[in-house]
């Protein structure tokens, strides 16, 4: 593996190596069988870090169990025989690792590791190019990218695996706050220096807020926090217990408002066998894409509007200990939960006030002295902050997808144009797919999709 400069043609080029382009890569490089002339092009080297796995703190662990998380179908327990070959916990047997939730930082050395061995042993070229894509145009010869170097490069196909785009701080005078009073929660190494007497606000409650809270008891935080959110519903926690045994194939004929009584009358009967309502909702796991792709359109927005925070909490979940953690600080009194929606943020000294309205348009205001961002990911594909995703919807390469989430995609991956026209040469991976498949975040889809789209370039 090399970085390069700006090379000018290759047959394949894969936008983003955060764990979903590196999958892809991984599966082209293993499936050649010729050399081939293979780029990822991405501005934050080391591979395979993207938002999640960029972490290096030890408290920010997977909020999936290691036995759940190989990153290719064929091989379902490539991350654990990973971790047991590398002898990554020595004291602890196989059995003991499965179901831990570890380092997130693991992964990311992980999906590293598998990527030199398949450089290793195929014919194929990898070159790493450390560039943002700006643009990309296809056209009779390919496709041809504008990096931010502003080098054009063409190639055969492209796929595009940008990921995550954090949603902006919803708040008026947010962007003029100063960068220690304003942190996003991605940015690890700012959470780790937020000052230890500091009363600090974090706006979102869901997984990103869990890692933040993890952050500052970590680094020995003694000052308030508050977490202010719309619904203020906390993630909830995994659960060990029995499978659930209903059948989850009639919910996919059944309306939103069926599907919701189904699932409440599933839980209430597992509960009454000691079995969790988590194990109720693993039954339904694989059957997320169907889930979504069976509803209404109009049961869709309603999904949107008013069920969405909900599944949420009930899908992502976290790791019992985690959850703990976040409780007990609750009842000591040093995390506050509040619900309201935020509307602006002052500087006033060494101070950022927040104010906010509660459900009752009632005003709540904070006084802090750090803000955190943890309202997770941008879905409207309008907002993000993304010069390439921006091209793609103004030039109309591309089009939003339904309900302006994501990019528009056929059922094999391919971008769709603005006159609803899929391009093969253009597989799209990952978050962008949201608005068709709803479940395409985590790496169960994200390997199948990898998978998928590096047979489709090597045909
Ligand atoms: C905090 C957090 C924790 C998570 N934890 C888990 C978990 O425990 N288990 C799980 O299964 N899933 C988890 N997820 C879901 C996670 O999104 C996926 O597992 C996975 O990391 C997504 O990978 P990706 O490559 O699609 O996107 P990303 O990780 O976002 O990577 C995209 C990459 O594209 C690059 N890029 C962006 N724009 C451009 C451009 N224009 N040109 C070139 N490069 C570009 C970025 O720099 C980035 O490196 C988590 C997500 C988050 C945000």
């Known amino acids: 593996m090399s970085v390069i400069d700006t090379p000018a043609l290759c047959d394949l080029a894969i936008i983003g190596g955060g764990a979903a382009g590196v999958l892809a890569a991984i599966g082209v490089l293993r499936g050649a069988s010729q050399p081939l002339r293979l780029l990822v092009i991405e501005p934050n080297l080391p591979l395979a870090r993207g938002v999640a796995y960029a972490t290096t703190r030890e408290e920010h662990v997977l909020n999936v169990p290691v036995a759940k998380m190989s990153g290719f179908p064929e ?19 196989r059995e003991q690792i499965a179901p831990m939730f570890v380092s997130r930082g693991l992964y990311a050395t992980y999906l590293r590791q598998r990527l030199q061995q398949a450089v290793d042993a195929s014919p194929a070229q990898l070159e790493i190019v450390a560039a943002r894509v700006q643009a990309l145009e296809p056209d009779a010869d390919g496709v041809l990218l504008v990096l931010d170097s502003g080098r054009p490069l063409r190639a055969g196909r492209v796929i595009i695996a940008v990921g995550n785009a954090l949603r902006p701080l919803p708040a008026r005078g947010a962007s003029s706050l100063a960068a220690d009073k304003r942190v996003e929660a991605w940015d690890y190494e700012a959470l780790a220096g937020i000052a230890s007497t500091a009363d600090v606000a974090i706006i979102g409650s869901g997984l990103s807020m869990a890692d933040t809270v993890a952050s500052l008891r970590a680094t020995g935080h003694r000052g308030k926090i508050h977490v202010l959110s719309r619904h203020a519903l906390l ?24 599907r919701l009584h189904a699932l409440r009358r599933h839980a209430a009967e597992a509960a009454a066998r000691d079995i969790p309502w988590q194990s109720v909702m693993e039954r339904i796991r694989p059957l997320g894409q169907q889930l979504w792709q069976t509803l209404s359109e109009d049961d869709q927005r309603r999904f949107l509007r008013h069920v969405v925070r909900y599944w949420d909490v009930h899908r992502h979940r976290i790791a019992t200990h985690l959850y703990a953690q976040l409780i007990e600080l609750q009842q000591q009194g040093r995390l506050q939960l509040h619900r ?24 709540l ?8 961002n943890a309202t997770g990911v941008e879905m409207r594909a309008q907002a993000m902050r993304n010069p390439l995703l921006q091209q793609l ?19 094999d991956g391919s971008l769709v144009d603005a006159d609803g026209v899929a391009e093969p040469r253009i597989q799209v991976l990952g978050s ?23 047979k489709q370039a090597l045909r």
């Open 340 to 363: 309201g929606r935020l509307e602006t943020a002052v500087a006033e000294g060494a101070c950022v006030c927040l104010y906010a309205q509660d459900r009752k348009r009632r005003p």
């Open 235 to 258: 993630p909830l926690p995994h659960a060990k217990g029995a499978a659930a045994d209903y059948d989850p194939e009639p919910l996919l004929a059944m309306n939103l408002r069926q």
């Open 75 to 93: 091989q379902p327990e490539d991350f654990l025989d990973y971790l047991c070959d590398a002898q990554v916990f020595p004291a602890l047997t």
């Open 393 to 411: 919807l103004g030039s109309g390469v591309g089009r939003a997808g339904p309900h302006g989430i994501g990019l528009d995609t056929a059922a």
């Open 432 to 454: 962008l797919r949201i608005g068709r498949l709803w479940e395409s975040l985590a790496i169960p889809e994200l390997r199948g999709q990898a998978a998928a789209a590096a």
């Open 365 to 372: 205001q904070l006084e802090v002295q750090c803000v955190v």
